[in-house]
């Protein structure tokens, strides 16, 4: 009989793990001793604040990232087809959602494999939730364009998206490029457009405010090199 593939996520920042991990999934993540992880050494940090009781030598990491080849998914699924429980942990947040992991989950479904999501930090439902913004109705689209051109044609694009369908567009960036993105979206969009910067979610530093885009350019924030997620609302 396969074994089940856990999908945990990681808490956002150095922040109170009490808040963002309920205590049934910490014993649930005790209970495990191989995971694939991003990367090693701080999925090792991680699990010493989530208190897994078992060494953390003698816990087995594979790693999965951009890098990995899908030829390789096989052999990081052979575990679980031998009965073994493995752990799917991202580097902050949810597998799979802004990070790798899809299509293992997707190899795990076709071979039978029980798949369990576990409760933990969405740094993406935390911002649509907190920021007032259309909850029935929203998109995410990753990471926009780096050139600033074609950046430029994919917040018109977002902004004439959610006038036309009435949603709230979400997207992220790499904090050490939000000074420009934030730059790119006072400039192209109309004033009159909602935007909300939901930045260091879940830490103290948290802020997480909902402006229109007139409003915004008065006074634009400092989220460089913040974690940040971006969602814009034209409906």
């Given at each position: 009989?396969?074994?089940?593939?856990?999908?945990?996520?990681?808490?956002l920042g150095h922040n109170d793990i009490s808040w963002v991990v309920?205590?049934?999934?910490?014993?649930?993540?005790?209970?495990?001793?191989?995971?694939?992880v991003e990367d090693a050494k701080s999925a090792r940090q991680c699990?010493?604040?989530?208190?897994?009781?078992?060494?953390?030598?003698?816990?087995?990491?594979?790693?999965?990232?951009?890098?990995?080849?899908?030829?390789?998914?096989?052999?990081?699924?052979?575990?679980?087809?031998?009965?073994?429980?493995?752990?799917?942990?991202?580097?902050?947040?949810?597998?799979?959602?802004?990070?790798?992991?899809?299509?293992?989950?997707?190899?795990?479904?076709?071979?039978?494999?029980?798949?369990?999501?576990?409760?933990?930090?969405?740094?993406?439902?935390?911002?649509?939730?907190?920021?007032?913004?259309?909850?029935?109705?929203?998109?995410?689209?990753?990471?926009?364009?780096?050139?600033?051109?074609?950046?430029?044609?994919?917040?018109?694009?977002?902004?004439?998206?959610?006038?036309?369908?009435?949603?709230?567009?979400?997207?992220?960036?790499?904090?050490?490029?939000?000074?420009?993105?934030?730059?790119?979206?006072?400039?192209?969009?109309?004033?009159?457009?909602?935007?909300?910067?939901?930045?260091?979610?879940?830490?103290?530093?948290?802020?997480?405010?909902?402006?229109?885009?007139?409003?915004?350019?008065?006074?634009?924030?400092?989220?460089?090199?913040?974690?940040?997620?971006?969602?814009?609302?034209?409906?």
């Amino acid at each position: 009989m396969p074994g089940t593939l856990y999908l945990i996520p990681a808490p956002l920042g150095h922040n109170d793990i009490s808040w963002v991990v309920p205590h049934g999934v910490k014993r649930v993540i005790s209970k495990l001793d191989s995971f694939i992880v991003e990367d090693a050494k701080s999925a090792r940090q991680c699990l010493a604040r989530l208190g897994v009781s078992a060494p953390l030598q003698t816990i087995k990491f594979s790693v999965l990232n951009e890098h990995t080849r899908p030829a390789e998914l096989t052999d990081l699924i052979k575990p679980l087809l031998s009965g073994k429980n493995l752990g799917l942990m991202s580097e902050a947040g949810c597998p799979a959602v802004a990070d790798p992991g899809a299509n293992l989950i997707a190899l795990a479904h076709a071979h039978g494999i029980r798949v369990v999501p576990l409760v933990g930090p969405s740094a993406i439902l935390l911002a649509l939730m907190a920021s007032g913004l259309n909850g029935q109705r929203f998109a995410f689209h990753g990471y926009l364009p780096v050139d600033s051109a074609e950046r430029a044609r994919k917040i018109a694009e977002l902004e004439k998206a959610s006038k036309i369908l009435d949603q709230t567009e979400i997207f992220i960036e790499a904090p050490y490029r939000n000074a420009k993105l934030l730059q790119s979206l006072l400039h192209f969009c109309d004033k009159g457009t909602l935007l909300c910067l939901a930045t260091d979610i879940s830490l103290a530093t948290e802020n997480i405010t909902t402006k229109r885009i007139g409003d915004w350019k008065s006074a634009p924030p400092d989220i460089n090199k913040r974690p940040t997620v971006f969602l814009l609302y034209a409906g």
